[in-house]
């Protein structure tokens, strides 16, 4: 057969070596790989891309569609943007997918029973990284949720739990408070699931469905969840495992995939020649599944669980009841290669079957009758009262727009707060049209106004139109309005 065309960097800390390793074992088994190296992370960095990666590796990444990737660091400082997250939005590596599985006895864990795999939206949420300084005294960070980006990581889960003999998928949202956002992906998640009636549904608000993650894991099969509490979540599952350390990613688009490690670089170990690769190959052997090479990727899985049983183990994972040999990194991917072929006898042999790709679909909705009905208008005021604020907007109201609510960092302070409440400098002025009044509000309207908050020298700083979707609210009240 034909290699497979895949990009592969090294990376920073540990990454040369637990590559290096990698590479050995794929080379031993048979892997049919035709490999082009690229430099990417903190040499790069430094060299003033803040991307972490030159023209030169997009191209080959482009080229090959395929990213076998070691961790990197990332240089302390601002100015530098995270290139795992770079990456997965430029080319669309919209699911991340992380099986978490216990290898006890031989792997120490207090959850012997846990084979959980954490499927988390990788594109959206607040992760899309569009942050600002407001004022003095408040930033923000934007969570975007898409509804097509709902629709995509969710039906991937269901067809996942389908592909692999999976009987249950839960949601982990924050649906409670963030009702738009949130609520967006709690609701296609229901959409989806009425979908596939064979596997089992349901969803947990985010807090107390890690907490029973974290005491009661067996009661869990697939998770998927938007980003940020994938990210959480998903590292949290890997350590239960026994160590964060054995876990791979796989970060999967339409046309492009991602595999790696889900753990970083680990600086502090650099060099000393006892990391465990066992994270980057477990992502090469799904990288090995996704392109068709189903039987390489078998043969280093049961090598690699034959290892762990014949009590072969790297460091972090060594106990004294079960270990017989602690092994440096390059004796550990010797001793994997020495038993390909192999199967262990007391855990699990797997088994995998060629991925032809877990295809998803969209279907775009026709627009809604869209109707402005209010503006939010967010002001930067030192040294003010809710009351004598409110006073200034009141002036600037008219008979369309007319000051109707103030909060600060979300909670109502005017009309009828409370003195108690803590303010900062930061104020959300919500406007909305004289109900009953018979008019319509425009973007004229908005300007208009905004010219009138000037007049009362006040400093806008953002605004947010108030919008109804088929006579909907698309809007979230303020905290006790």
Not at 167 to 186: E, S
Request: hydrophobic content about 35%.
């Amino acid at each position: 057969m034909k290699p497979t065309p895949i990009t592969v960097a090294r990376g920073d800390g540990i990454g040369p070596e637990i590559m290096q390793a990698t590479l050995d074992i794929l080379r031993a088994a048979g892997a049919r790989l035709d490999i082009e190296e690229i430099e990417i992370g903190e040499q790069v960095y430094l060299q003033g891309n803040t991307s972490g990666l030159s023209d030169g590796a997009w191209d080959s990444l482009r080229r090959t569609r395929i990213f076998l990737k070691s961790p990197i660091t990332t240089p302390q400082g601002g100015g530098y943007k995270s290139l795992n997250v770079t990456i997965r939005k430029t080319l669309g590596l919209f699911a991340n997918v992380r099986p978490c599985i216990s290898y006890a006895p031989f792997v120490e864990t207090k959850f012997p029973g846990m084979n959980v795999v954490v499927i988390r939206e990788n594109e959206e949420d607040t992760y899309a990284g569009i942050e600002h300084r407001q004022t003095d005294e408040v930033a923000q960070c934007l969570k975007l949720i898409s509804r097509p980006g709902c629709e995509r990581i969710c039906r991937y889960a269901f067809e996942y739990a389908v592909a692999n003999g999976r009987k249950k998928v839960t949601c982990l949202t924050k649906d409670n408070i963030m009702k738009v956002t949130d609520g967006l992906f709690h609701k296609v998640f229901d959409e989806i699931a009425a979908e596939y009636p064979q596997i089992e549904n349901e969803h947990w608000i985010v807090d107390i469905g890690t907490a029973r993650l974290a005491t009661a894991p067996e009661k869990f099969d697939v998770i998927v969840t938007p980003n940020l509490y994938g990210d959480i979540v998903s590292d949290i599952t890997a350590e239960m495992t026994g160590s964060v350390g054995m876990a791979g990613s796989a970060n999967i688009g339409e046309d492009f995939a991602m595999f790696e490690a889900i753990h970083g670089s680990a600086p502090d170990i650099s060099g000393q020649g006892i990391a465990n690769p066992s994270g980057l190959l477990h992502g090469a052997i799904m990288m090995l599944v996704h392109i068709g090479q189903a039987d390489v990727a078998e043969s280093i899985h049961n090598a690699w669980l034959k290892t762990l049983e014949d009590g072969l183990h790297t460091g972090e994972i060594a106990s004294d009841k079960h270990t017989k040999i602690k092994c440096r990194t390059n004796r550990f991917a010797q001793e994997i290669m020495l038993r390909l072929g192999q199967k262990p006898t007391r855990l699990t042999p797997v088994s995998y079957d060629s991925s032809e790709g877990i295809k998803t679909k969209i279907q775009r909705r026709p627009p809604a009758e869209k109707t402005l009905v209010g503006v939010d208008v967010f002001i930067h005021k030192n040294d003010v009262s809710p009351d004598e604020l409110a006073e200034k907007l009141e002036k600037a109201s008219d008979d369309r727009l007319q000051i109707k609510l103030i909060t600060n960092r979300g909670v109502k302070v005017w009309p009828q707060g409370f003195p108690e409440t803590f303010c900062t400098d930061h104020w959300r002025c919500r406007f909305k049209k004289t109900v009953n009044n018979g008019y319509t509000v425009t973007h004229d309207h908005i300007l208009k106004l905004l010219g009138r908050i000037r007049e009362e020298e006040l400093d806008f700083i953002k605004t947010e139109n108030l919008c109804e979707f088929d006579g909907e609210p698309a809007y979230s009240l303020g905290q006790g309005e």
